[in-house]
């Protein structure tokens, strides 16, 4: 996949995923860990560019995380019953 240079966020749910797991008592490690018995693969590293917007987030990423971290995908996209 071709990175895409710009300096725009990547992302715009980062802030959303962080906030998810904290909540949830998870370090980026065991959220690393948790999305691999899915399988969804994504390290560490990618957690935190994910995080800080440095990174995009696939559609089946999205259902992994949401799922791992017992929120409603809406949640991490930060939809609301108002948007």
Partial sequence: MKKIKT?????????NIMAARIKAGLSQQQLSAKLEL??????RGS???IE???RIVT???LVALAK???????TLLGWTEDN
């Fill in 7 to 15: 300096d725009a966020p990547l992302n715009q749910i980062g802030q």
């Fill in 59 to 61: 559609d089946i990423e």
């Fill in 52 to 54: 800080h917007g440095q």
């Fill in 38 to 43: 899915l399988p969804v693969y994504i390290c």
């Fill in 68 to 74: 791992v971290l017992q929120v409603d995908p809406n």
């Fill in 47 to 49: 957690i935190s560019r």
